[in-house]
């Protein structure tokens, strides 16, 4: 079996950072696509930042230019780096994958969700 542990969430003020991790755990499987998605209290989730095994990256307009998606495949992480945070950052973070267990199908799996709060 495997799973996502999320890490890095918290309270900051407006234009501070924030990293976030999330690690897979578990053994024989392999990891494609990793991604960030949030939610707001009363909004639905969206997707913040993915990206490929290769390394290729995309992002939701409203983050461009502040976070930055990364991932080392040897310790099976993705993060987020977080800046010039804004209230409307605010959301519980989730982290995402695209994963296949030996020998079985690509299946996608979710962390159990971080909270990031943006506030002064």
């Known amino acids: 079996q495997v799973q996502l542990v999320e890490s890095g969430g918290g309270l900051v003020q407006p234009g501070g950072s924030l990293r976030l991790s999330c690690a897979a755990s578990?053994?024989?499987?392999?990891?494609?696509?990793m991604g960030w998605y949030r939610q707001a209290p009363g909004k639905q989730r969206e997707l913040v930042a993915i990206i490929t095994i290769s390394g290729r990256t995309n992002y939701v307009d409203s983050v461009k230019g502040r976070f930055t998606i990364s991932r080392d495949n040897a310790k099976n992480t993705v993060y987020l780096q977080m800046n010039s945070l804004k209230p409307e950052d605010t959301a519980v973070y989730y982290c995402?994958?695209?994963?296949?267990?030996?020998?079985?199908?690509?299946?996608?799996?979710w962390g159990q969700g971080t909270q990031v709060t943006v506030s002064s």
């Open positions: 578990g053994s024989d499987f392999s990891i494609y696509a």
């Open positions: 995402n994958a695209d994963i296949r267990l030996i020998l079985g199908t690509v299946n996608n799996y």
